[in-house]
């Protein structure tokens, strides 16, 4: 049965662990929205036939007694209740708690008009100093390029590199105003926010090339960045393609 309207809904393709339980949710949201929607159009064919003027040329003073409604309104309030308790809330509980850095993909992301910046820790796992003075358009995330930690850090535009089965940590942030990154097929948004860096976390599970989409109407050029593209990959060619944007000794950086 939630397949059918799965496919009825044309829900977009999927890769992502978490993405199946926002589908299931998005779903049984609907079947309570039919179900309302059945209910709310016969009760509205049952008044017109029932109070036709030709059969009450008076009008009733006294109107309903049934109770009748109040139990179907309490039945629809059980139904969301357990909708957002039972699955909402555990769910939100998931997303908001990040697995382990060590076991994890991690990067942060900076938004800005029109596109979107990606910088890795590199091989030590540790990023090298940021400073909001340094933010340029050939920083965009403010390194201290002098820092040893920064030596080994990974940046890209537009094209951000994950492994496949293996979370993704993802801090993601706003050099001017507020965009939103989201990857349908991974089910993940996120408001990008200046001064703000908000931790997200998924897993990807299928490899290949994902659209990167902002949310949020952000400038003349917001839609052009949906040519960000989210590639999914063996952790082997991941390691290659990291090593490849890592900044050479002395340079400024991926953006100059
Ligand atoms: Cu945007």
Redesign the pocket.
Known sequence: MNDKLEKLLQLPPLASEHGKQVDDLIIYVHWLMIALFVGWVAYFVFVLIRFRRSRNPKADYTGVKSHASTWIEGLVAVVEGVLLIALAIPFWAKAVTLPSEKDSTVMQIV?Q??GWNVRYPGKDGVFGKQDMHRVASDNPFGVDRADTNSKDDAENSNEIHVVVNKPVIAWISSKDVI??FKIIAMRVTQDAIPGMRIPIHFTPTKVGRYQIN?A?L?GNG?AS?SSGFLVVESQEDFDKWVATKVPPAGGGGAFE
Request: glycine fraction near 0%; aromatic fraction near 10%.
């Open positions: 938004a008009q029109f965009h939103s902002c949020q952000c917001h960045m």
